[in-house]
Each structure stands twice: as C-alpha cells, then as structure tokens.
C-alpha cells in the first residue's frame, strides 16, 4: 500500500515536471511581442494542438509539440515486462504526419516495444482551450512487440487521448 502511493505521488511528480517542461520550452521558443504583423492562420489557440494528452494508463501521456508544421513528441509509459516492470519509459516519436487534423506517428522501440498511431484531432463541443480535453485525438494505436526470440505480436485498440488542461493554475 505505501509502495502504491508512493509510486502514484513519483508519477504526479514526473507529469508536473513534464509539464513545466513544456510551458518552459513554450516560452522560451515563443518571441516577444513586436508591432510586426502576425501570420492569421496561427489565430486561434484551438489550432495549436501541441501538449499534453492522457494515454492508456493513469499516469501515462502523450506529448505533442507543433513547430513550424511539424509534428514531434513522445510517450511516457510505464514498463510491462519482467525488466522494467512499473519504470518510466519514454518513447520519442520515429517517424510522423501531420496534415490539418490528422496525425499519425511511430514511437522508436524501447526494450521491444514500440506503438504506432493514426488518427484525428478533434475539438470537444462545450470546452475551452484551458478545460481537459478539449483535444481529443481519437483514431488507431497499434502495440508492436517482439519477444526474445524475435517475433513480432500486435495488439490494436482504438482510443481515445484527451488533452491535459492547458493552465493547471486555473480551476
């Protein structure tokens, strides 16, 4: 039991930590304000789909980050097999897609397992940018792992990964 809540308050600490990640890396990337004229098509704070979403497990995610069109990120898992049973694994994305709301990607393989997404981003009707899931990347995630002697087993599921919200300060 103190082992359970132990690894729950390391795995809050780690989504928090990659969170400030991400903000962090948004303001620095970001310029400061000029009396430039700014691009129209980056409007709206509905078109950046760059964040933190949920994945299969409490405690895992999906981090999606948008930069000039292009799509990068990873997943934050916990480990399955008798090696790295209950550890943080992140998987930086291999290969991606990204043209208007549908995505895909390719994870690069960590100790034999690697996932595999296609799908849709789609706004939730009632919800603002700051709610939880107001992303929503619904579509195909495909499990690819190979045993010790090489072959490959898939587990395909359809999904459903909400955004985090996008201002954890605000209620």
Same mark, same amino acid.
């Given at each position: 039991?103190?082992?359970?809540?132990?690894?729950?308050?390391?795995?809050?600490?780690?989504?928090?930590?990659?969170?400030?990640?991400?903000?962090?890396?948004?303001?620095?990337?970001?310029?400061?304000?000029?009396?430039?004229?700014?691009?129209?098509?980056?409007?709206?704070?509905?078109? *950046?789909?760059?964040?933190?979403?949920?994945?299969? =497990?409490?405690?895992? #995610?999906?981090?999606?980050?948008?930069? *000039?069109? =292009?799509?990068?990120?990873?997943?934050?898992?916990?480990?399955?097999? *008798?090696?790295?049973?209950?550890?943080?694994?992140?998987? #930086?994305?291999?290969?991606?897609?990204?043209?208007?709301?549908?995505?895909?990607?390719?994870?690069?393989?960590?100790?034999?397992?690697?996932?595999?997404?296609?799908?849709?981003?789609?706004?939730?009707?009632? &919800?603002?940018?700051?709610?939880?899931? #107001?992303?929503?990347? &619904?579509?195909?995630?495909?499990?690819?792992?190979?045993?010790? &002697?090489?072959?490959?087993?898939?587990?395909?599921?359809?999904?459903? #990964? &909400?955004?985090?919200?996008?201002?954890?300060?605000?209620?």
């Amino acid at each position: 039991m103190m082992l359970e809540t132990g690894v729950l308050m390391i795995r809050r600490c780690l989504i928090l930590l990659a969170l400030a990640g991400c903000l962090l890396s948004l303001a620095v990337a970001r310029p400061p304000h000029s009396s430039a004229p700014q691009d129209n098509a980056k409007s709206s704070p509905a078109d *950046d789909i760059s964040g933190m979403y949920t994945f299969l =497990r409490e405690g895992e #995610f999906v981090q999606l980050t948008v930069q *000039d069109g =292009r799509l990068s990120g990873y997943v934050s898992r916990f480990g399955d097999t *008798d090696t790295d049973k209950g550890q943080v694994i992140d998987q #930086f994305f291999d290969k991606t897609s990204l043209a208007g709301d549908r995505l895909t990607f390719n994870t690069k393989p960590v100790h034999g397992v690697w996932y595999g997404f296609t799908g849709l981003m789609t706004i939730a009707t009632g &919800k603002q940018p700051t709610q939880e899931g #107001f992303h929503v990347m &619904k579509g195909t995630l495909i499990q690819h792992a190979t045993d010790a &002697k090489g072959a490959e087993k898939t587990v395909q599921r359809q999904v459903e #990964f &909400k955004s985090f919200p996008a201002d954890l300060s605000k209620p």
